[in-house]
């Protein structure tokens, strides 16, 4: 089997978008993606973007928020960004990274009650599990 792809997501705070986004590509390609979150103010993982992630099987509940000053230094296949703060904040990666840009919803902002909230927090969930899956099946030829 080939090496396993390294990939890196970011956002601003690494406390949903990114973290969704790191437990579903483990989750549906780890096999073949080498997964990291981060952000570029990291905050806390939100316990609203847990439970969207626990509403279709995937448990993120030991996951932390991780400041993208972690990974200085290091190679990454892929930079992936879902958010347009970390896209304009995203450092220089060593080596031939490609950057992804993706800009999805902050579902942290949603207002309403607490069913609007998780709808949005689900959407977002569907959306990013989408693009990644168009990603693994584009880099699996």
Request: net charge negative.
């Amino acid at each position: 089997m080939s090496e396993k792809r390294r990939v890196l997501i970011l956002c601003t705070g690494n406390s949903a978008r990114s973290q969704m986004a790191e437990g579903l590509l483990l989750h549906d390609a780890g096999h073949r993606f080498e997964v990291a979150s981060a952000g570029v103010e990291p905050s806390r993982v939100r316990q609203e973007a847990i439970e969207a992630m626990s509403d279709i099987g995937i448990d993120i509940s030991r996951h932390r928020s991780k400041s993208v000053d972690e990974f200085s230094g290091e190679e990454f296949d892929y930079v992936i960004t879902v958010c347009d703060n970390a896209n304009e904040h995203c450092p220089v990666f060593p080596g031939n990274t490609k950057r992804i840009h993706w800009s999805f919803d902050d579902p942290v902002a949603a207002e309403g009650d607490d069913d609007t909230k998780r709808a949005v927090y689900r959407r977002v969930r569907d959306e990013i599990r989408r693009r990644l899956r168009l990603l693994a099946a584009a880099t699996s030829k």
